[in-house]
């Protein structure tokens, strides 16, 4: 379930909704708090993966000219 809502102080960004989630997944999760690893080593591990692929899909959105047209992906 997404933590972003709308209410919240509007960010700019493009896919600042997903950035936020992948944000505080990484932060959040055992392999960070308990095991005490970078964000980085728990990435290459597979945590967040699923969030991980939403946020590039956003980004890479961007870039897709047929975007004009759809509208980005994400929230």
Same mark, same amino acid.
């Given at each position: 379930? %997404?933590?972003?809502? =709308? =209410?919240? /102080?509007?960010?700019?960004?493009?896919? *600042?909704?997903?950035? /936020?989630?992948?944000? *505080?997944?990484? !932060?959040?999760?055992?392999?960070?708090?308990?095991?005490?690893?970078? %964000? *980085? /080593?728990?990435?290459? /591990?597979?945590?967040?993966?699923?969030?991980?692929?939403?946020?590039? =899909?956003?980004?890479? *959105?961007? !870039?897709?000219?047929?975007?004009?047209?759809?509208?980005?992906?994400?929230?």
């Amino acid at each position: 379930m %997404p933590k972003y809502y =709308e =209410e919240k /102080e509007e960010d700019n960004r493009a896919c *600042s909704g997903i950035r /936020e989630d992948f944000k *505080s997944c990484l !932060l959040q999760h055992d392999c960070v708090l308990k095991e005490g690893k970078s %964000p *980085s /080593e728990c990435l290459k /591990e597979g945590h967040c993966k699923a969030l991980q692929v939403s946020f590039f =899909e956003c980004k890479r *959105s961007m !870039l897709d000219t047929r975007s004009r047209f759809r509208g980005r992906k994400g929230y």
